[in-house]
């Protein structure tokens, strides 16, 4: 059993890290450390109960409490905020007894009750030893008679180690520009990252990565290659909360759960509620193995349905965007087909009144001039012709002008005395009620079942406006929480009721990447933009955290553009690739020359979604770029390697690369000569690129 007990409180510990927590001199809950797995018990320091320093900052506010809530003269992020039936707005909360559960997962339980008021707050702690993860998550209950209302309640504060100076690594970005990545020192105050948008949006992603800061007093940062890093993550997609504090006293601490602005939760007498979970761990072996520990939980914890590799797929948006039809899309599918594509996915424009973006979401039958026997021709066809088939659709949404609109516009989330915002002409449904989700259940329950579809684009195209609940049965503003939860709820239904489908998630591209939708959809649309220099570097922003076999790229056309077809492809095949040019426009040397390239994809793929990832040169930074796929066995890798512009006399610098086996010999295609995994981890090897130039390369032990 991983979680030991000792005199003063809690270790838990994974394969190589360790987490422990304690009571500290006043009976205060209080964190003591996370970091490497030590040898001894005894190694891990015992509860902090530091003295204050002066009347304006108390014990309490210099104590790294393990999950503050809201009271006395502390002013810390606190994680809990409640108002009591009296008005009063504070809790106190003390230690009240654990438990610890070895299964399924070892996992302790701290239970704190406030000393007045009914409530309980529970502190669960799961264990994924062999991952190097943490995950933890808070329930609170009423015990009393009167209601109590929650106006914020985080999943966990993460503390690292007191009177260190850290960097933040993060993602930013926007439509059309997602996974930009931010690495700022950290100083007193609070860094607060956020979602306020219904999404966990394309702004900014619900994780974070802290290193050492090197220009600060202790310590040295991390790299790819090496340094410690702390991470983690909320599993939510919605509203979300980072606040990393830097408290005056040396302490930094990461707050992550809902965001609370705007939230209230009403907890009548007998209920209870429970957080989100967020996942964390340590590694002292840099923002790689980071990333790689992420991948492998994902891969093997998270993700729904069976261990599959992801087909090469085409869409039809960026061809034919709302001018589809059926003989159209025979004549796409049957070229695709040609080509060694495996599924082929009907985008917008196939429902009813779908002409444009203007109109008919909510009106989820097919449109009868486009399709006057229906979908059903062409899904057999698409069948006939070997590959699976695919359909766009996106239930959160509904145009004013539509039939579901007209018959209940009260479904929508609005205000009643305000106008109704539309973003791309729809407004958005209002999940959280129940009759919402049982319609959509029963909606989308039928399209699947009346069609033999292998995989579902679930799109959403707008973010939030007026998230006013007509007719709210309690607290209005618990709509932000219950949404997701009723999304979750359509989306959970939908799954199981049809397990054979591959369930896309696409928000506008990258709008809604999360831990929370993951475990729903097996991959997800990384952009709406096609530009394979710019999706080099969004797949190393995704990439700090979710897998390639999760990542879906664009092969597009590029009117004009100086990037050649193999180039872009290239760039797919980083990931999960995926086709959306106007394959009928496609030379028969294209055609040729991207069967060749789909094939090629086939073969390499195993290692490229379930290989280890190692990026060698970051796109974000150099206009060289390169990343290694290893094969879980380090007898095989797959190396990419992207020149964008440079000056025409740059020497390449030597690629070093990362993750062989130093002691076995490997041969890499192109390249005379045989060498151990040590020379070519430590050597490199030379390549040539021109201008705008890629290879691919394959490392095989010898
Ligand atoms: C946004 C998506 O990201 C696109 O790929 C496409 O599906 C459109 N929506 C369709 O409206």
Redesign the pocket.
Known sequence: MPIFTNATGWILATTSTAYALGLNDAGVLTHCYWGPRLPALADYPPPPSPDGWSSFNPPAQLTPEEYPGYTGNTFVEPCLKVTFADGVRNVVLGYVGATVESEPLPTLAITLEDGFYPLRVTLLYRLYEAYDLLERAVRIENLGTEPMLIERIWSALWHLPQHGRYRLRHMVGRHMDEGILRHEPLSEGVKRLESRRLASSHHHSPWFAVDRDPDADLGQGADECGGEVWFGALAWSGNWQIAAEVTDFGSTRIGIGLNDWDFAWRLDPGEAFTTPVSYAGYTAAGFGAMSRCWHTFIREVILPGERQVQKVFY?S??AT??DVDEASQVHLAEIAASLGIEVFVL???WFAGRND?TAALGDWRPDPHKFPHGLTPLIRRVHELGMAFGL?I?PEMVSPKSELYRTHPDWVLHFATRARTES?HQLILNLARPDVQDYLIAQFDRLLTEHPIDFI?W?M?RNISEPGWHDAPGEPREVWVRYIEGLYRVWGALRERHPQIVWQN????G?RVDLGLMRLADQF?L??NIDPTRFLAMQEGFSQIFPANTMHA?VADLPASHLSLRFRFHVGMCGILGL?GHLARWTAEERAEAAALIAQYKTIRPIVQFGELYRLRSPQRHAFAAVLYVAPDRSEAVLFAFRTHLPAQTRLPPLRLQGLDPQRHYTIEGQPEVRSGAAWMHLGLDLHLGDFASCVLLVRQV
Do not use: I, L
């Not at 696409?506 to 591209?509: D, F, K, P, Q």
């Open positions: 869409n948006w960026e965007h709302f985008d917008d424009g973006d766009w996106e791309r684009k799109d195209n696409c928000s506008g591209g709008g649309q952009s709406d664009w959306g």
